[in-house]
């Protein structure tokens, strides 16, 4: 049986790996193609693209193993039962769950790195991920000059330059909009010639200016009196040094983004969660007492007279009866109105800040959840499609394929629902968050009772078969 187990475990490890290889690159070009507008035009250079890389590689990889697992399950045991060596081994006596066994045990080993991994190296990998990515996002473009158009990325500068030489160094017809100082474009540099390098480690860029004229409105565009001049300056040659401290790529101390809940393993997301439950809680507790005093005004009072207003008037007596008319309306309808709207604004705002609070806590306790899930889905797809591939017998990536993504998707969906309604409180995040594994793990036991008992679940005949047995038991 040894020999068994090796055979299949290695002719499940070749699809798995290959699988996991395509699955991870299409997803991390799925999601690095939402920063794409970010990252191209700033001369990163390579290691910082394959440092990005490799980090969100590390954050795809929960998501990439299941659909994995379920793929590459689907063409093991597809080719398997195509070439007619799962019909081989059954007929020696071998069980279905017996031939499935190494696989299953690597594949719940797997499940449980997989926890680990989500816990531990996944929140480190994002910290680094994201604070790179902010620090891109800070760094300005590279410096991209075109030839009869103006260039503003210097700060205080707008640049045109008509000619660049093949070189790379050297320019021709050079104009300069100074407006370092502040005003609108009140100094002006035209230069016939000039040269453009970079000096102390490329820290600084000189440019180098030949043959021209430095024209300055003193009037800074105001009411011109008198005394304001316009000045010009013709020079041989000056240099004109731009600091490209903004151009370099900056990190910040990934300290500042820790407190994301991406960047927590279980027992950080369990604090935080606690104490968002425990403010909550709180804050539902002080509600009372805090909206009390806008009903102070309602207090009972004796008499006739009610916080210095008349409740009642008398008429004269020349009526033979008195008679009681109704509250003055006026006064009493306007402070009234006045009470209800503070009552409203200020419940309306308790309500918001403590279904706040709930949100962020059900988010924060959605992400602990999730690490429980996506190990555990690893599972149920090996569930679904080990069984599954011994049933249609199919190896390839033709039909696994298919398969594959239509319950991936299913996956998807459903666990895409199950977090919205639990981030909005309608469902508990348990339910929420276990409600995709468990409406397919019924699924793919199915699959495995119906693969142990050699079901043709997937031919036409078995399905003319059933109708045609609900139809006699209809009538």
Do not use: C
Not at 161 to 175: A, H, P, T, V, Y
Not at 222 to 236: A, I, L, P, T
Not at 289 to 314: I, S
Request: glycine letters at 8%.
């Amino acid at each position: 049986m040894k020999k068994l187990d090796k055979l299949i475990l290695k002719s499940f490890a070749g699809p798995f790996f290959l699988t996991f290889a395509i699955v991870e690159f299409i997803l991390l070009t799925q999601y690095m193609l939402k920063y794409l507008d970010e990252l191209v035009g700033k001369d990163l250079g390579y290691d910082v693209f394959a440092e990005l890389l490799f980090y969100f590689s590390i954050n795809m990889a929960p998501v990439a193993l299941p659909l994995a697992v379920l793929l590459s399950a689907l063409m093991t045991f597809g080719t398997l039962g195509e070439h007619h060596e799962l019909t081989a081994i059954k007929t020696s006596g071998v069980a279905l769950p017996r031939i499935l066994r190494p696989v299953a045990f690597f594949v719940i080993a797997l499940s449980i790195g997989a926890f680990f991994f989500n816990n531990y190296v996944v929140p480190k990998a994002n910290l680094k991920a994201y604070s790179l990515l902010w620090d891109i996002r800070q760094k300005k473009p590279a410096m991209n000059f075109k030839e009869g158009a103006f260039y503003n990325g210097l700060p205080g500068y707008s640049i045109k330059i008509n000619e660049k030489l093949d070189d790379g160094r050297s320019l021709r017809d050079i104009m300069i909009y100074d407006h370092s100082k502040g005003g609108n474009n009140t100094t002006v540099i035209l230069a016939d010639s000039g040269q453009m390098y970079t000096e102390y480690n490329d820290n600084y860029l000189i440019l180098e200016l030949f043959r021209g004229n430095t024209y300055v409105d003193q009037n800074n565009g105001g009411f011109r009196n008198s005394s304001e001049q316009f000045v010009r300056e013709k020079f041989d040659a000056t240099k004109i040094i731009f600091s490209l401290a903004s151009f370099e790529l900056g990190r910040t101390r990934e300290e500042l983004f820790s407190d994301n809940k991406m960047m927590k393993n279980i027992g950080q997301l369990t604090a935080v969660t606690d104490s968002l439950r425990n403010s909550g809680m709180r804050e539902r507790r002080l509600y009372a007492p805090n909206v009390d005093p806008f009903y102070m005004y309602f207090k009972a009072d004796t008499g006739q007279v009610k916080n210095g207003l008349p409740l009642t008037k008398v008429l004269p007596d020349s009526v033979h009866e008195k008679k009681v008319l109704p509250p003055i309306t006026a006064d009493v309808m306007m402070v009234a109105a006045n009470k209800a709207r503070n009552v409203k604004s200020f419940t309306g705002s308790y309500k918001e800040r403590v279904t706040t609070l709930n949100r962020d806590a059900n988010n924060y306790e959605i992400e602990i959840w999730r690490k429980y899930t996506q190990s555990f889905a690893i599972v149920i797809m090996f569930l679904i499609g080990a069984p599954l591939g011994a049933i249609i017998k199919k190896g390839g990536l033709g039909v696994p394929v298919i398969i594959s993504i239509m319950f991936f998707i299913v996956m998807y969906v459903l666990g895409i629902l199950g977090e919205k309604w639990a981030r909005e409180g309608l469902i508990s995040v348990e339910a929420g968050m276990w409600g995709a594994n468990a409406i397919l793990l019924p699924i793919g036991l199915f699959f495995l009772y119906q693969a142990q008992n050699d079901s043709s679940l997937l031919e036409i005949d078995f399905w003319r078969k059933l109708m045609t047995r609900l139809k006699r038991s209809k009538i």
